[in-house]
């Protein structure tokens, strides 16, 4: 009896030690996958190559085509109008001393004629009082020894005070002739200089005069661009009468106007000078620039479209030359004063760097990048220097597209795992 109670109580014991002993049997046999380390993150990053600054730095500006030179054209002299040049139109062109439009100048042609007979008569009465007074020196020989007389008498026995009217009549005769001519010649009004009519009111038998601005000139030689320079940029560039700079014209200047249908007109310029006014933010100043030959209308002129007033143009002004500095994206810089830089074996490099130029795209840098360096351009979310990095791009090529599922078949994994 006691021995059957123990059977039935060691049993299940021995049970549970051997499914126990089978199990920790099961686990050491059992196949170990190798243990790997998990493979380095790598991030994607989008870069570009640090260039080399050209010769020189660029200030990048805008400005509005004006006139250089402007002009009323009003007669002097009251006249109606009898002739007008078939070019006075508002868009046509005049060279300089070309007629713009003639007054009747039969009225102050008479007075020409009627005053030259004048000179012509008091130079006829000179000459007879010139023959008097040689009379009257010969007989005043004759009486002077014997007839006491003062200075005063002498020159009027000598008829000296009627040969000096004659000649004062001679000269007015002459001096008002002149002016009769001159008022003439006003009859006939000029184009002062090579130009373009921006406004004209002149038709023949129009009754015009000195208060009457009939016609309003614009000069073609040359046009201005009011361009505003931020202030901050005004030491780069060479301007004449400032920073010790005596040339007659400053830097260089690329002018661009951009036409709707994505076609461009390009000249070339010079800076005139310094505007002595701000913008009314105080941050911007004003720069002269002149375009030599706007409307090409000189006989040398290569066909192509004219710059116009009043134009909205780019301003690429050449600077000072910044030797030995590289060009870096302006969104490459972080914190302000550092850059990332993809290495040589794609790891990232976090350089502090030296600027020396700051432009709307791209700051010019001298120290801790060299050109052909990888500027990363892209962001990352936890940036770590000596991180691994990839031009996402590369990436993109070397690494297969994956392969379309099958319906039905086993998705790799998953089949090892049902196995066991």
Known sequence: MIKTVLL?????????????????????????????????RVDLVEV?????????????????????RETML?????????????????????????????????????????LAAQVTRARVELQQEAGRRAVAEQEWKLLSEDVATTDEGTALALRRPQLALAKANLAAA???????????????????????????????????????????????????????????????????????????????????QRLGDGHEITRAGRILRLDNRLDQLGVQA??????????????????GMPLLLNAFVQLEIEGHPVPGAVEVPRVA???????????GEERLDVRDVDIVWRDED?????????????????????????????VATETARATPAPAPLVEGAAVPGEGAEGDR
Request: glycine share 8%.
């Open 362 to 390: 791209a700051v010019l840098v001298r120290r801790g990048v060299t050109v052909g360096d990888h500027i990363i351009t892209s962001r990352l979310p936890t940036p770590v220097p000596g991180m691994k990095v990839r």
């Open 8 to 40: 039935k109580g060691l049993l299940p014991l021995a049970i549970l030690f051997g499914a126990v002993s089978y199990m920790g049997y099961l686990n050491k046999t059992r196949p170990q996958a190798p243990q790997t380390a998990p493979p380095e």
């Open 333 to 343: 810089l972080r914190d302000g004063g550092t850059v990332w830089v993809m290495n």
């Open 74 to 114: 009003s007669p002097e002299v009251t006249g109606r109008v009898v002739e007008v040049n078939p070019k006075l139109v508002v868009g046509g062109l005049l060279a300089a001393g070309e007629v713009a439009f003639r007054l009747d100048a039969e009225d102050y042609q008479l007075a020409v004629r009627q």
């Open 286 to 303: 004003r720069v002269l620039i002149e375009v030599q030959d706007p409307l090409l209308v000189a006989a040398d002129a290569e066909p």
């Open 174 to 256: 002459q001096s008002a002739l002149a002016q009769a001519r001159l008022r003439e010649d006003k009859t006939v009004i000029t184009v002062p200089f090579n130009a373009t009519v921006k406004m004209e009111t002149v038709e023949e038998g129009l009754l015009a005069g000195p208060q009457a601005q009939l016609v309003a000139l614009v000069g073609t030689d040359t046009f201005w661009i009011d361009a505003a320079v931020p202030i901050d940029k005004l030491s780069w560039i060479d301007i004449p009468g400032i920073n010790g700079f005596a040339g007659e014209h400053g830097a260089t200047v690329k002018i661009t």
């Open 48 to 68: 570009t190559p640090a260039r080399e600054v050209g010769e020189h730095v660029t200030v990048h500006a805008v400005g509005r085509v004006v006139a250089s």
